[in-house]
């Protein structure tokens, strides 16, 4: 998102960079405010439905950017930055949490030495695709430089792949999470 967001509102819309930055800012504020609501979302739905419908949901908001134009209101790109920070955050955190949920505490360092690694794989490979479909769309138009219809499709693309994750986690077992589940009652109790 920042990558292509970067891309969009500097390059596209030659917003100057701290315009930029602050509208990019809002999706890390929506993300901020979800870290106080998200254990009680998950207690309320379970991982499985958060994991699965929020995907299509921030997959959605990833789409809704594509939709941006140089006449788009800032306070509609806020929004919908904001909104799209607020379910990737809840999937952020759901998908961490999973992480760690059948580990004993002699596990924890190497498994959260891991974790960040596969994050931060993630996010390469994300700008990786972003880039690559930026390249793609140039190719099709057969361009020497990126246009708005470019950075539209990459948002598209991205979106896309991240709705199809909601069919890898409807894959999990209603009784996923029954290990993690019992370690927060032992706790409460």
């Keep these: 998102m920042p990558f292509l967001l ?12 701290f315009l930029a930055g602050l509208i990019t800012f809002t999706g890390a504020a929506g993300a901020l405010l979800m870290k106080v609501v998200a254990t009680r979302i998950i207690e309320r ?23 941006f134009q140089n006449s788009t209101p800032l306070w509609v790109m806020v929004a919908i930055l904001a909104t799209g920070g607020i379910f990737r955050s809840l999937q ?14 002699s596990q924890m360092s190497k498994a959260g030495t891991l974790a960040a690694m596969a994050q931060q794989l993630g996010i390469s490979l994300g700008v990786g695709c972003a880039a690559l ?11 020497t430089s990126l246009e708005r219809v470019d950075v539209m499709w990459g948002f598209i693309i991205i979106g896309l792949i991240t709705a199809t994750s909601f069919f890898s986690f409807r894959r999990l077992p209603e009784n996923a999470t029954a290990a993690l589940e019992n370690k927060v009652r032992r706790r409460k109790a």
Excluded: H, P
């Excluded at 970067?6 to 960079?17: C, D, E, G, K, R």
């Design 6 to 17: 970067a891309i969009l509102l500097q390059v596209t819309f030659n917003f100057s960079a």
């Design 45 to 67: 739905f379970g991982y499985k439905k958060v994991l699965t419908w929020n995907a299509l949901i921030s997959g959605l908001f990833v789409v809704l950017c594509a939709l």
């Design 92 to 105: 952020f955190t759901a998908v961490n949490t999973l992480t760690y949920a059948e580990l004993n505490s």
């Design 133 to 143: 479909v930026l390249n793609l769309s140039m190719s099709w138009r057969d361009a």
